[in-house]
């Protein structure tokens, strides 16, 4: 079973950036489907992106533009890069990955990581 670390997450001012990465314990070219979603205590997961085997993006409308997925097949690793955050941002963010398909904002993962904390403030 795949392990996944993710790591970036931290407490940073509305309009800041963060990069988060998830770095996998085997290939990411294994994966037909890989993504984030985020939580918030008492609220259901929340949809945020995915990437797939061909680099095909999915995006919560909420965070076009603001948020960007890509995958570094070398390091193995997902990354997601988040600028001009917003209070609303904060979550805990969570990368996933699944060797099927489909991938989009109904996809249900197989593997997931532990999850990394973004704090936002005004």
């Known amino acids: 079973q795949v392990q996944l670390v993710e790591s970036g997450g931290g407490s940073v001012q509305a309009g800041g950036s963060l990069r988060l990465s998830c770095a996998a314990s085997r290939t990411t070219y294994y994966y037909y489907c890989m993504g984030w979603s985020r939580q918030v205590p008492g609220k259901e997961r929340e949809f945020v992106a995915t990437?797939?085997?061909?680099?095909?993006?999915t995006y919560a409308d909420s965070l076009k533009g603001r948020f960007t997925i890509s995958v570094d097949h070398a390091k193995a690793t997902v990354l997601l890069q988040m600028n001009n955050l917003r209070v609303e941002d904060t979550a805990m963010y969570y990368c996933?990955?699944?060797?099927?398909?489909?991938?989009?904002?109904?996809?249900?993962?197989?593997?997931w990581g532990q999850g990394t904390q973004v704090t936002v403030s005004s």
């Open positions: 996933a990955v699944d060797r099927d398909g489909p991938c989009g904002t109904e996809k249900d993962f197989a593997d």
């Open positions: 990437i797939d085997h061909r680099g095909d993006t």
